[in-house]
DNA sequence: AATGAATGAGGCTTCATTCAT
DNA sequence: AATGAATGAAGCCTCATTCAT
């Protein structure tokens, strides 16, 4: 909203979000009041519209930033791999990283992606994501031999098991993170019975 | 809140949980006050009431109904093969032609999955055949020589292929719901380089 | 809001409309909350949105009601006439009365008419009532030695005078509110020089 | 609130009072925040809170000058005719001249009217006007064959018709204000029939 | 079984004003 | 003189739930 920050501004704005993404990690987006936010950073309501339009720009914004954080992780990442299917294998366990290191994340991508309201911020960067999965996934596949089947939906299914076994296990259970990891690289290269 | 219900009161209390139904795929649960299901309805706020105890409850009843409903019809489209990678394959056909017929469940899962409120009622259910799955995998991997990986990443890595690609594309574009489920089942079974 | 209104919904209803008439006449419409009202009523603040959408729609409904019996009275009053002349007197006369009886709606009727948000209900009123006047005056002029200038201004100057005595006499000195409808009556009959 | 200021505060001090003005008179005065103000000026809000104490008392103040400039305008007008009759209607033409030029007022003017907060800075002014006016009027009428009601009505009577007049035509329809001017006077020195 | 009416806590947001720098 | 930051009361409105009939 405000844009002439001082630095304390930045900073307070920073502690609003981060605030508000455990709270809305803990307690869902809906769930958590404004209120609960300011009272539990000891300021007063105006504050947080001091920073913010709305609770809704807020979640935005949180989105947009750490959309964009793992997306550019990822990217980081798979550029230093030139074997397309390394790739694959890095894009994978640098998003369950990722997650693993932000997972109060986690919870908020997955409410946004079933809201109306808010998924096209994610909609934008996975567009971007799965564009480039494609391309790797038929570099990966290699002279299309297994052409019938869209690389579109391979991008997807691969995003689906990441954030399956993410869920089930880095979530709830970090000392299985890297068996999660190995689980899913090993089912995206060679599936169920591709031994 | 009755219990001994006549037939009229059965096909109230169905047609309210529909309509919730119906409502909440739309603009999501929280989104959707029980006076908007009433007067959809066209009738007063005490007929909800009558059925249910809250609003929270009719969810938890809707999901319970929906749920069961697509793990029965799951088990016996199973239960008809009995090559364990067939049965696999059914398995993940079944799913993606349910939600093809209930759309509108779709959302209602993934929001209860995210809730800590409710994604007991599924857990209930997908825990049950999270196992069986475990069971298919692992005839279907045959003598273990993939034992590396646990069986039960495996099967939610499945799950997380059906979710991703019914979201993609069961919900937005129905024509293309064959072609998913055929990658879906492809990618499941040989990943993207087991040829 | 809504509208299948039992009769305690009505009087309620009316009650509501009422009480809002009164304290925004006291306080002015943005200085009294809805919270004013339904205290002074002693009821829950829901009984006030389940009789209006809003506080702007109670004071749109509030106008046009009391402008609507404003224009009603008028009417009647002046079809028992046959003389233009007397018809213009008649009409100022009631106006006049009219608000007396109706002090509170006076003040509101003046704020609206300043207002963006609510002169059209207004507007819509007045200006059947400015072109029945222009017909009274048209017709009270007589051949037209007068149409030098538009009638239509006319009748904006007879409803000019008709609020600045109402505001200044009717409402403050209830005890001169004859005099000065008469003082309106040959002011504009006559002007200040028209022996 | 200083009061010892230099030239710039001075400047400073108007533009805020201009602002301001022109931001009532769009969107009306409590749909006006100090925020709107100082951010459509560019400045921070202490600018606002170093020349004046409240928002209140900024209107006044706008009020108080702008009146001021208004009666001082008529006054001076006025003082150049010796005719009481050509008085009045020179009374009558600068005013409605003085509200095209300053059409931003108006609404605020008639707004303070109604305003038990702001009224006692236009009465004030209007105070002495009327009486000026009723000596003038007294004039007008001459030997008194009209002394049947009060002169002082007949004062408020003219600022009825200037004001109807003014909001009717001077503000919205600029090109017909000189004869929205021509009718009011006419109207006031002879009315509907003083032919 | 069902209706219209009522409750009241709580949510989001605004805004005049003050403060530290 | 001026800025960005902060306060907190207050306003409008929603909504799950309950009640009287």
Chains 1, 2, 3, 4 share one sequence.
């Not at 630095?7 to 508000?20: L, M, Y």
């Not at 959309?67 to 074997?83: F, K, P, V």
Request: hydrophobic share 40%; net charge negative; glycine share 6%.
């Amino acid at each position: 909203m405000r844009q002439n920050l001082t630095q304390r501004g930045k900073d307070r704005k920073r502690q609003i979000v981060e605030r508000a993404a455990d709270l809305f990690a803990e307690q869902g987006y809906d769930a958590t009041s404004v209120a609960d936010i300011v009272e539990s950073l000891g300021v007063g309501k105006g504050v947080f519209y001091w920073y913010f339009s709305s609770k809704d720009e807020l979640l935005l914004e949180l989105l947009r930033v750490s959309h964009h954080d793992l997306r550019r992780r990822q990217q980081l990442a798979i550029e230093q791999e030139d074997d397309p299917v390394r790739r694959v294998e890095v894009g994978i366990r640098t998003s369950m990283q990722w997650f693993l290191e932000h997972r109060k994340y986690f919870s908020l991508f997955q409410f946004a992606a079933n809201s109306e309201r808010f998924n096209r911020v994610l909609r934008a960067g996975n567009d971007v994501a799965n564009s480039d999965a494609v391309r790797h996934v038929k570099d990966a596949i290699g002279d299309g031999y297994l052409a019938d089947y869209d690389t579109e939906m391979v991008a997807y299914a691969v995003m689906g098991v990441i954030d399956s076994l993410t869920r089930a296990y880095i979530l709830d259970r970090p000392e299985d993170a890297e068996r999660a990891a190995d689980a899913a690289v090993a089912f995206c290269l060679k599936g169920l019975v591709g031994a």
